[in-house]
């Protein structure tokens, strides 16, 4: 952690409030209110004390849904170094503009890169909850800024042992198996992985594994995004078929597109379960404690 005299100062961007309350109380931090507001036309106002001279600060901010967002975040980040504030960062449970790490057709915006640029450029420091990082290693890849990642799954794996009768966790794909084998490992809980085959954005087709010898288990779905919902919701079919109880989904971020929750209703999941990384009915797992360190090493 960095020198500082005063307390770190938290600023929530709207809707982060929960959150950013949740975490002052644990490290001791000041909370600074943000007034924000959208002039008629739709461009963003902005207001903070007059002054944070030499203090540091934390702009707290998911950015599921980031288009409607990312102004007034970068705004955010200029108004409090306009202010005085010697260090800005930003506590982000949900990382945004991932998903575009390589051009999959001729012409293609490498939106990771781009987006790593303007938060580079205006951050010090970033704090986030497991990245789909896929085709890159690390953050420090493509961003500039100090970071560090925390995983959710402790926060996963306390939640299912302690909520979840007999429970046997289940990736829905290869790409999940890390999310299976890290959540199950801390309680001593058995687990398995599906083989997906994806035709398109939305069509799969899936495998189950030899779950014979766990019959009686309830099953547990794992994984680190919920989108589309199909993969889970394919996932959930193929395991009723094999005689197991309707499943338990248990995921790291809760991004529910379009009719994503009536699809994994009408499949038959008994029970959906998010961290709070994105603010949703069923952010049930709460991360503040996982974040704390971090933030204490970098803000």
């Known amino acids: 952690m960095t020198d500082r005299s005063q307390p770190l100062c938290l600023i929530a961007l709207p809707g982060n409030e929960p959150l950013t309350h949740a975490l002052a109380e644990q490290l001791g931090a000041d909370e600074v209110a943000l007034d924000y507001r959208r ?15 030499d203090r ?8 599921d849904r980031p288009d409607d967002k990312i102004p007034s975040l970068l705004f955010a980040a200029d108004l409090a170094r306009d202010l005085g504030a010697a260090r800005v960062g930003l506590v982000c449970p949900y990382l945004s503009y991932m998903r575009q790490d390589t051009r999959f057709h001729p012409g293609e915006a490498l939106t990771s890169r781009s987006f790593a640029r303007w938060l580079s450029a205006h951050l010090d420091w970033l704090v986030t909850v497991d990245p789909h990082l896929h085709r890159y290693r ?15 799954a ?4 306390e939640w299912i042992a302690a909520s979840v009768e007999r429970p046997v966790v289940i990736g829905p794909d290869g790409e999940s198996e890390q999310w299976a084998r890290a959540v199950a490992k801390p309680a001593g809980l058995p687990w398995r992985v599906m083989i997906k085959t994806r035709f398109g954005d939305r069509e799969v087709k899936l495998e189950v594994p030899d779950l014979s010898e766990l019959e009686g288990h309830t099953p547990v779905l794992v994984d680190d995004i919920i989108s589309s919902g199909g993969t889970v919701a394919e996932a959930t079919r193929h395991l009723l078929e094999a005689g197991f109880a309707a499943p338990v989904v248990v995921a790291v971020h809760g991004l529910f597109g379009d009719r994503s929750r009536e699809l994994l209703r009408h499949a038959g999941v008994a029970r959906v379960v998010c961290t709070n990384s994105v603010n949703a009915p069923e952010s049930e797992i709460g991360l503040s404690r996982l974040l704390v360190p971090a933030i204490e090493r970098l803000a």
Do not use: K, N, Q
């Not at 540091?56 to 950015?63: P, T």
């Not at 690390?138 to 959710?152: K, M, N, P």
């Open 138 to 152: 690390s953050l420090d890849e493509i961003y500039t800024l100090d970071s560090e990642v925390v995983a959710a």
């Open 154 to 157: 402790p926060a996963l794996s």
């Open 39 to 53: 002039f008629p036309d739709g461009e963003s106002y902005l207001r903070l004390p007059d002054t944070l001279e």
């Open 56 to 63: 540091h600060v934390a702009l707290v901010a998911s950015l």
